[in-house]
């Protein structure tokens, strides 16, 4: 299985803060990786697949990129709303695997 | 507007069985590809299973193969994971989700959850 290992675990930041998201594949998985955001007590949802492509609905100050086997993650200026969990996730193996998850807390 | 819907979740005990189901709605189900992803308390993300547009293929993570069953009734737009012999590191939120309308394995629409404990 292809691992997926994000960091920084944890990130505390302020509103208006860049914050970058990190994930490393332990082989390469092309551009196959997506992004969701978690908040508690909630079902993730999608902001990002095929590394860079936004999907629809997500604000604009959400990027991704990387390709092989690293990634990232990078809010331009994080928002109140933003303060969640975020995973990544390769679809390049048939055994789909995720990151342990970056929490962005104040 | 699209709609996953989980149930069949509760408590049971090792060695136990349980079914869960996931009701879809607001897209033509029998199109995409569908998946069991878990989450234990706590904890992060860990795929469980898919399965194709036809019920014909379907897949599992190492840790529930041989003991979960993934099934679909595409008359029914429902979607089933059959767990047998549970453990209690089963315990978790069950989400079902949909696979992107690409087939190539990412997550675009997901259940609310459904929440097995297993315990004695």
Redesign the interface.
Known sequence: ?IQMTQSPSTLSASVGDRVTITCRASQTCSS?V?W?Q?KPG?????LM??ASTL?SGVPARFSGSGSGTEFTLTISSLQPDDFATY?C?Q?DS????????TKVEI | EVQLVESGGGLVQPGGSLRLSCAASGFTFSRHWMSWVRQAPGKGLEWVANINQHGSVDKYADSVKGRFTISRDNAKNSQYLQMNTLRAEDTAVYYCARTDPYGTGWFDYWGQGTLVTVSS
């Open positions: 299985d196959w997506a969701y978690q909630k079902a993730p949802e999608v697949y095929k999907q995973y996730q679809y048939y055994s789909l695997t995720f990151g342990g998850g």
